[in-house]
């Protein structure tokens, strides 16, 4: 096998979900991955853009679902409505990019895949891409399986861990194992330990490889998802893909291949951790953002998007508005106004402003979700 | 002099205050008086539909300012343009009553005014309109001064009281003095006493004794005031008012009349207390809103305009929107959303609401106050 190139390197983005803790900002059709929440560009645009040092547009796989198809064509005009595939119902990662695999492995026998959130923040764009190129070469040069770690910086229990061991010859770490999310002990534990990395989501690995250890450990899904592939670019590819895809096991990745894999030990199972030096966040809520945004404070530690506002005793706050903002008196509030809705909640209470978007749904409230 | 009967009874409503303690909703040209915050009839509407069983439209007078003026005419159709004053500048009580007193004078020599707030809340409109009748009968049978006294419920600071002395024959009482907002102390002696009431600011009294007193206490407002009222219905009366208005002295009823006559003695000056029965609120604050409507109150005694709403973990919250409102655990705030404005404080803070009017007033944005 060959060094990849950017020619046979094609990113493939994952940008399927609802981000319901955006609410009222993300809706069923703006997700949060279609919201300018850390610059102008919204984050899949930054997505994108930040990956074509590495691979030409036409490379790029976007994988989401019905209600953000066209939403998503609208924010990345240079891509091919083909390279958009919008699932026909949520299967997890493992289908996903197992189809972008299967794909692949038709029309490049040497293409290197990687699979990337659509809605994280990156630092370091030059380490970002010094690392995923560090990550592409390990991937190329083997049947391995690259993922970016990140070093932890607090006893997170929402996130999956990676034990590293030892390092192998370019700097790339072995995978001891995968843990999903850790009681608080345990991830104090890893915290402590040093050689624990959050687990970023984002792989690298060639579409051969992939394609094998699907047909490895799903079997059947592997079988539906290449009924898939072939009939692409054709009049069937639609209805093939709205009457198969249901059919595949809904499954991570991480848990379908990583975790199974892994089990084959370190150094044997192929599967290698580059560690990030790029700084990350993944944006888990209105608190994260705020907590991201520490330039945009004023002395008092407030965002207020509007033009003008005005603030007495009010500290620590983050308020979504265009309109004059007033704050009198509160602290760490987290306000959220919309054209048709008024977020009120605290930053302690962000995480549970999902269970609005649950209600919503419940009393079929559309044009709120 | 006889009993006022209705064609000689006048009320004249005081309607030029701003209220900002309710913006953003109450604005330069939409005050609280003109805000329905009470019942589907705005502030003002209510205080003269609650009247006219004791006087024809035709003998309402309504002060107020120049950026109120028009709004006022729009919800009070009935009444004719001329009964609408706009003082040029703010005076203060006492040339706004004296100038009404000197245009009765020239008309109905027997004519008896009151003077009511615009913008209170009585609960029982039988008994406030006994109890005005009540002070009509005073006022109209001699040179008295007669002025509504509220049971206090709380040792309040911010209003004036009334120390009453004993009842005269029909029920009323002798006013023994006015005090001026006490401290907390004080207040809490009054609460304890039993014979202090807090100044409503509505008053009764013959359009003659008014004046007489005016022409004793201030002969020089009087004499201006008397120039104004002669050239009422000519073409130079706008040009007159807003030349003469302004040397008025700045100064109270209460300050001017009240708290000299009073100090003629219990029995001597004049001066009664009619005990209200109706129950009254001034409405002086959102916190006090929230307060008085407290049918409109949740379970968890949230109260929030919107059609719909989700809380969870939120109580106490009050909150003035058309959206679909979110609260999650957020307590005792106060949250207004108006076109422009976005206002979040707490139920404790809302007196500085104010304050945010001054520094628009500072900052000249104009369309925001």
Same mark, same amino acid.
């Given at each position: 096998?060959?060094?990849?190139?950017?020619?046979?390197?094609?990113?493939?983005?994952?940008?399927?979900?609802?981000?319901?803790?955006?609410?009222?900002?993300?809706?069923?059709?703006?997700?949060?991955?279609?919201?300018?929440?850390?610059?102008?560009?919204?984050?899949?645009?930054?997505?994108?853009?930040?990956?074509?040092?590495?691979?030409?547009?036409?490379?790029?796989?976007?994988?989401?679902?019905?209600?953000?198809?066209?939403?998503?064509?609208?924010?990345?005009?240079?891509?091919?409505?083909?390279?958009?595939?919008?699932?026909?119902? @949520?299967?997890?990662?493992?289908? #996903?990019?197992? *189809? =972008?695999?299967? +794909?692949? /492995?038709?029309?490049?026998?040497? %293409?290197?895949?990687?699979?990337?959130?659509?809605?994280?923040?990156?630092?370091?764009?030059?380490?970002?891409?010094?690392?995923?190129?560090?990550?592409?070469?390990?991937?190329?040069?083997?049947?391995?399986?690259?993922?970016?770690?990140?070093?932890?910086?607090?006893?997170?229990?929402?996130?999956?861990?990676?034990?590293?061991?030892?390092?192998?010859?370019?700097?790339?770490?072995?995978?001891?194992?995968?843990?999903?999310?850790?009681d608080l002990d345990t991830a104090r534990k890893f915290l402590a330990?040093?050689?624990?990395?959050?687990?970023? @989501?984002?792989?690298?690995?060639? #579409?051969?490889? *992939? =394609?094998?250890? +699907?047909? /490895?450990?799903?079997?059947?899904? %592997?079988?539906?998802?290449?009924?898939?592939?072939?009939?692409?670019?054709?009049?069937?590819?639609?209805?093939?893909?709205?009457?198969?895809?249901?059919?595949?096991?809904?499954?991570?990745?991480?848990?379908?291949?990583?975790?199974?894999?892994?089990?084959?030990?370190?150094?044997?199972?192929?599967?290698?951790?580059?560690?990030?030096?790029?700084?990350?966040?993944?944006?888990?809520?209105?608190?994260?953002?705020?907590?991201?945004?520490?330039?945009?404070?004023?002395?008092?530690?407030?965002?207020i998007s509007s033009a003008d506002s005005f603030t007495l005793h009010?500290?620590?706050?983050?308020?979504?508005?265009?309109?004059?903002?007033?704050?009198?008196?509160?602290?760490?509030?987290?306000?959220?106004?919309?054209?048709?809705?008024?977020?009120?909640?605290?930053?302690?209470?962000?995480?549970?402003?999902?269970?609005?978007?649950?209600?919503?749904?419940?009393?079929?409230?559309?044009?709120?979700?």
């Amino acid at each position: 096998m060959t060094q990849a190139s950017s020619t046979n390197f094609y990113p493939v983005i994952l940008a399927g979900g609802r981000g319901t803790r955006f609410w009222p900002l993300s809706r069923k059709r703006r997700a949060k991955q279609l919201l300018p929440l850390n610059s102008e560009k919204t984050m899949i645009q930054e997505t994108v853009a930040r990956l074509l040092p590495l691979a030409p547009t036409g490379n790029f796989w976007i994988i989401t679902n019905e209600d953000l198809r066209v939403p998503i064509l609208q924010q990345l005009p240079d891509l091919r409505p083909g390279q958009v595939l919008a699932e026909p119902v @949520g299967r997890n990662t493992a289908p #996903a990019i197992g *189809l =972008a695999a299967f +794909l692949l /492995e038709r029309t490049d026998p040497n %293409a290197v895949l990687a699979l990337f959130p659509s809605d994280h923040v990156i630092f370091d764009e030059e380490k970002f891409l010094a690392n995923v190129r560090s990550a592409i070469n390990v991937a190329s040069s083997g049947p391995n399986i690259v993922v970016m770690g990140i070093q932890p910086t607090r006893p997170e229990t929402g996130y999956g861990y990676i034990e590293a061991g030892a390092a192998a010859k370019s700097g790339e770490l072995h995978v001891i194992r995968f843990t999903e999310k850790p009681d608080l002990d345990t991830a104090r534990k890893f915290l402590a330990a040093g050689n624990y990395y959050w687990n970023s @989501g984002m792989f690298v690995w060639s #579409a051969r490889t *992939l =394609a094998e250890a +699907l047909r /490895e450990y799903l079997p059947a899904t %592997a079988s539906i998802l290449e009924k898939i592939a072939a009939s692409y670019g054709t009049a069937d590819f639609d209805a093939t893909f709205a009457e198969l895809y249901p059919k595949c096991e809904n499954i991570s990745v991480d848990y379908a291949i990583l975790e199974r894999r892994s089990a084959e030990g370190e150094g044997k199972s192929g599967i290698f951790c580059v560690p990030a030096e790029f700084g990350w966040n993944d944006l888990g809520s209105w608190t994260a953002l705020y907590e991201h945004r520490c330039a945009d404070r004023t002395e008092r530690q407030n965002i207020i998007s509007s033009a003008d506002s005005f603030t007495l005793h009010a500290e620590g706050n983050f308020v979504h508005s265009d309109k004059f903002v007033a704050l009198v008196g509160v602290n760490d509030l987290v306000v959220v106004e919309t054209d048709d809705a008024l977020l009120i909640t605290t930053r302690d209470k962000c995480q549970d402003v999902g269970k609005i978007v649950k209600y919503l749904d419940e009393q079929q409230l559309e044009k709120l979700v």
